[in-house]
């Protein structure tokens, strides 16, 4: 057993996620699958899905009255960024000076974080394989963190997929254009692959099977390989051979690198003109 699932395991009080929608829900799965008592948790969220809602007879509290509900050990806000003014008072309700708030709302700086809700702040950026246990999230934690509190954000976070910290926040930024944008990236891909396919003579129902196939394919290969992606690459790549063709066209001017360079810097400008 890691250090993190101990601490999360000896946790004493609620845990309140606020917000239960595709990424909240999935993180809430995720606890229960490690098994996370259902009577420790809570869930704030005005429209609740089937889903939700039937774990009550589980033990889970979906949207106690404020008197039963009390203070919580750790609050994880993740309603949309938009919402998050509007429901920062109540948030703040359920939180003393000791309580470990973590946030998976893009966008949301720390220091706006603890000014709205108080408590000890991790500020987090999931992205959207979390869904099926295979995303991976950033964090960063606020100086008034201590190791046991980094500890349980660790194991809470963990039940989505991998989990990297950096001790920068300003690097969110970035963090957000390359794995919290970056799915559609490979989505992208896998629909303009396909398009071309059918340029090249597919049908439409083959050549988006072929990409689909082949993007998911080579994304668990890469998953489960410890080569680098530049040795995957290479390893299929005969010179003078058919792949070799296509990637003097990926890889020449105008091509990948200098347009996923572009992308990035773009979703990174966006990303720090939504945290102002």
Not at 120 to 127: C, E, F, L, Q
Not at 170 to 182: C, E, K, Q
Not at 243 to 256: E, H, R, S, W, Y
Request: net charge neutral; charged share 15%; with cysteine.
């Amino acid at each position: 057993m890691t250090t993190s699932t101990n601490a999360l395991a000896n946790l004493s009080g609620s845990i309140v996620l606020a917000g239960a929608g595709k990424m909240g829900g999935a993180m809430l799965t995720g606890w229960l699958a490690q098994g996370v008592d259902a009577g420790k948790l809570a869930v704030i969220d005005p429209a609740p899905s089937d889903e939700i809602t039937a774990l009550a007879a589980k033990g889970l509290r979906v949207n106690p009255a404020q008197g039963e509900l009390g203070k919580a050990a750790v609050l994880v806000a993740a309603v949309k960024p938009q919402m998050f003014a509007d429901a920062a008072s109540q948030l703040r309700a359920l939180v003393t000076s000791s309580t470990l708030v973590i946030s998976i709302m893009a966008g949301v700086p720390i220091a706006k974080l603890s000014q709205a809700c108080g408590g000890k702040v991790v500020r987090a950026m999931p992205n959207t394989p979390a869904a099926i246990g295979r995303g991976i999230t950033v964090a960063v934690a606020d100086n008034g963190v201590d190791q046991h509190q980094r500890a349980i954000a660790d194991a809470l976070l963990r039940a989505t997929g991998s989990v990297e910290w950096i001790d920068d926040e300003a690097l969110m930024d970035a963090v957000t254009a390359v794995s919290g944008s970056g799915p559609a990236y490979v989505f992208l891909l896998a629909e303009e692959l396909a398009r071309a396919g059918v340029a090249a003579g597919l049908s439409p129902e083959l050549a988006t099977r072929l990409a689909r196939e082949t993007v998911a394919g080579s994304g668990e290969l890469l998953h489960r390989s410890e080569l680098t992606s530049e040795t995957l690459r290479k390893n299929v790549t005969s010179p003078g051979g058919t792949t070799a063709a296509a990637l003097d066209v990926l890889m020449g001017p105008g091509g990948f690198q200098p347009l996923l360079t572009r992308a990035v810097a773009a979703a990174t400008k966006r990303s720090r003109e939504l945290a102002k």
